[in-house]
């Protein structure tokens, strides 16, 4: 193919699909379905080596797809991790595919499963074995001891372009079990 991925960021950085910008963030690529943020450490200022290391991790696909005439051309070319590529719409209509871009971004903006993460959170606490006792008495002073930000950078791999749930709530309650435990030895 002809065209980076810098190329077909550039070709749609600034256009819309209906009120919505289809990037959020230029230096930091994410899905441009599901919003997912392709999280590895090659962020850099330089834009377009940012988004030339997208390569693998956000697949180029064809809006109508080459098998049905689709061209290589930068209007029919768009970036998605994995999962959104299979699912997205194949057919000869490009409004089909924009309107189902326009609202997979909708629903995973709008519709963050919250509740998903408490649930998942909860249950790593469980399989730590921390008490709901110990997490009210030292979550607060933990918090303060870590950086999640860097945490999330530094130790949480993203598997074509999905950051797992698990991968973070599972890391911060190991790091809380170890932080009570530390406590425990050490009573203040
Ligand atoms: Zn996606």
């Not at 326009?102 to 730590?128: Q, W």
């Amino acid at each position: 193919m002809k065209y980076s991925n810098y190329d077909i960021f550039n070709h749609w950085k600034d256009k819309k699909i209906k009120d919505m910008y289809i990037l959020i963030d230029f230096n930091e690529p994410s899905c441009w379905g599901c919003g997912k943020p392709i999280n590895e450490n090659f962020f850099s200022e330089d834009v377009v080596l940012t988004w030339e290391k997208t390569k693998g991790k956000l697949e180029r696909c064809h809006i109508i797809p080459k098998a049905l005439g689709g061209k290589d051309e930068l209007d029919n070319l768009f970036l998605l991790c994995k999962k959104c590529h299979k699912l997205s719409p194949d057919t000869t209509d490009k409004n089909a595919f924009l309107i189902w871009v326009y609202n997979k971004r909708r629903s995973s903006l709008m519709g963050y499963d919250f509740k998903g993460t408490i649930d998942s959170f909860k249950l790593a606490l469980e399989s730590f074995d921390i008490k709901e006792e110990d997490f009210i008495k030292y979550y607060n002073e933990f918090e303060k001891t870590i950086n999640m930000n860097e945490l999330f950078t530094d130790q949480v791999n993203v598997h074509l372009g999905e950051l797992q749930l698990s991968s973070m709530t599972y890391l911060v309650a190991s790091k809380l079990n170890d932080f009570i435990k530390s406590k425990k030895i050490l009573p203040v």
